[in-house]
C-alpha cells in the first residue's frame, strides 16, 4: 500500500530551528510536496522536490532522499506565525495522477 | 495574483439530497483535483482530472460521486445522495503542469443532517 508517516506534533521556541521529517512507502513516486495548513484554512504550498537533495526557499528548506524514502522541511527563525500544520505529499504517477497527504505534523511554536 | 475560487463556502444538505460543489481553477492550468479533509483528520485524494477526463480516482470516489468541467472553466463535484459522513471540507486544486504546485482553493465545509 502507499503510505507516509510524519510526526504528530513539535514543539519550538521563537527564533529557533525546527526539522519536520516525512517518510513514505509508496510506488509510482513523481515528487514529494510540503504544505502548510492553518486550522480551517487550506493548505498553502512550500515546496516541490523531485530530485534528491535540498531545495532553499527563504526560511524554508526542504530535503529529499528518493532511496531512503525520506524528506524534511527545516524552519529557521521561527516566527509565532509558523504555529501551523505541516503536511508531507506525496505525487504518484500510476498511470494517472494523485497525490496523497500524511497526516500531517502540527507545529506548536512558543515565545 | 490568479487563485482558485470555490462555491458555496458551505453548504448544509439533508441526507440522501444531492449536491454540486462548484471550483474555478486558474485558466491556464491543466490538472485539477478534487480533495476531502474531514475534520480533525487528514486530506484524502478523491479524483484528479486531466484532458477532459478522469485521471486517477481513489478508492473513496465511488458510484454516489462524479465530476465534469461542463464550459471549459467551472469544474464540479456531484455528489448524488448524500450521507453523514460525507460531511467534510472539500478542496479543489489545480496545477499548470503535473509537476508544479498545487494551488487550492479556500474549500467548501459540507454539513450533512
Known amino acids: 500500500g502507499q503510505n507516509i508517516d510524519q510526526p504528530t506534533e513539535m514543539t519550538a521556541t521563537e527564533g529557533a530551528i525546527v526539522q519536520i521529517n516525512c517518510t513514505y512507502q509508496t510506488s509510482g513516486f513523481n515528487g514529494l510536496f510540503w504544505y502548510q495548513q492553518h486550522a480551517g484554512e487550506a493548505p498553502t504550498f512550500l515546496s516541490y522536490?523531485?530530485?534528491?537533495g535540498l531545495e532553499e526557499k527563504g526560511r524554508f528548506s526542504s530535503f529529499l532522499s528518493r532511496s531512503k524514502g525520506y524528506s524534511y522541511l527545516l524552519l529557521k527563525e521561527l516566527q509565532m506565525k509558523d504555529s501551523a500544520s505541516y503536511l508531507c505529499?506525496?505525487?504518484?504517477?500510476?498511470?494517472?495522477?494523485?497525490?496523497?497527504f500524511g497526516a500531517g505534523t502540527r507545529l506548536f511554536v512558543k515565545a | 495574483e490568479p487563485e482558485v475560487t470555490q462555491t458555496p463556502s458551505h453548504q448544509v444538505t439533508q441526507m440522501g439530497q444531492e449536491v454540486i460543489l462548484r471550483c474555478v481553477p486558474i485558466s491556464n492550468h491543466l490538472y485539477f483535483y478534487w480533495y476531502r479533509q474531514i475534520l480533525g483528520q487528514k486530506v484524502e485524494f478523491l479524483v484528479s482530472?486531466?484532458?477532459?477526463?478522469?485521471?486517477?480516482k481513489s478508492e473513496i470516489f465511488d458510484d454516489q460521486f462524479s465530476v465534469e468541467r461542463p464550459d471549459g472553466s467551472n469544474f464540479t463535484l456531484k455528489i448524488r445522495s448524500t450521507k453523514l459522513e460525507d460531511s467534510a471540507m472539500y478542496f479543489c486544486a489545480s496545477q499548470r503542469e503535473s509537476y508544479n504546485e498545487q494551488f487550492f482553493g479556500p474549500g467548501t465545509r459540507l454539513t450533512v443532517l
Open positions: 505529499a506525496v505525487t504518484l504517477n500510476t498511470g494517472g495522477f494523485k497525490t496523497i
Open positions: 522536490n523531485v530530485l534528491d
Open positions: 482530472f486531466y484532458n477532459n477526463e478522469i485521471s486517477e
